[in-house]
């Protein structure tokens, strides 16, 4: 999984100053206002929208988008969409599993959009059932390692429910059980530690290890799914070595 993580955090480490920024910006605020929307617009009651207000913040969005977003979740102003959650399972090259989650106002276009990139893209869609079962939903907390030692960090979260912690060069990545994200989350703040997101994320039972070339062609894939606007998150189940992260970035 190390390869997947790393790779994931380097995109959007990088993600912060390249061209499509704007797009990432979109989908921040609208993580916020959904968030909102379905717990209240109250940071210190709803811990999902504080996470995905640290997350926005720490990527630089404006606070005049996220203070926009929440008024839109809140109903304070209007203008907001009927946002929905939808999944949509498929293969890769290579036979990587692939889960894709969509967050849109119209479900025909997000199909649309990732059946034609799947096809694209040397991928195929799978009916519902036949690749999430290989993924399960786990608390996911980047932290910058800063002069953090992997002891401390140990010491700090393994009681609030840390089941993992991985080095992944320049973070730290923390993996819990779904329901511990929050109680992770809380003994970092309490031991005074700086973090740049807690996810509820999915993550592979099993993965597909991959060469260059597949691995060149899954972040192809991935990539252009996440062009696309109601694209939310894509989880894969691919691990790529040190040595092939090293020759493609």
Not at 20 to 38: D, H, P, Q
Not at 59 to 74: Q, T
Not at 132 to 147: C, E, N, Q
């Amino acid at each position: 999984m190390s390869g997947h993580s790393k790779w994931a955090t380097t995109k959007h480490k990088k993600a912060a100053i390249d061209a499509k920024r704007g797009k990432m910006f979109a989908k921040l605020v609208k993580n916020i206002e959904v968030s909102a929307r379905t717990g209240g617009a109250d940071p210190a009651g709803n811990p999902t929208l504080y996470d995905a207000i640290q997350k926005a913040r720490k990527a630089s969005v404006p606070n005049d988008n996220i203070e926009r977003a929440l008024k839109r979740g809140s109903g304070v102003e209007a203008g907001g969409a009927d946002w929905q959650t939808i999944m949509y399972e498929g293969y890769g090259p290579n036979g990587v599993a692939v889960l894709i989650e969509c967050l849109t106002d119209n479900r025909n276009r997000a199909a649309g959009e990732v059946r034609t990139a799947m096809g694209k893209n040397n991928g195929n869609m799978a009916d519902p059932g036949s690749v999430s079962y290989l993924f399960a939903r786990k608390g996911v907390v980047i932290v910058p390692k800063a002069d953090l030692t992997e002891d401390a960090l140990l010491d700090a979260v393994l009681e609030a429910g840390a089941e993992e912690v991985n080095d992944l060069g320049e973070v730290f990545e923390i993996v819990s059980e779904a329901v511990d994200l929050i109680p992770v989350r809380n003994a970092l703040q309490a031991a005074g530690i700086e973090y740049d997101s807690a996810d509820s994320s999915f993550m592979p039972a099993v993965t597909v290890p991959l060469d260059l070339e597949g691995a060149k062609k899954i972040f192809k894939l991935i990539e252009a799914l996440e062009d696309s606007d109601d694209v939310q998150n894509v989880y894969a189940n691919f691990d790529v070595s040190d040595d092939i992260m090293a020759q493609i970035d």
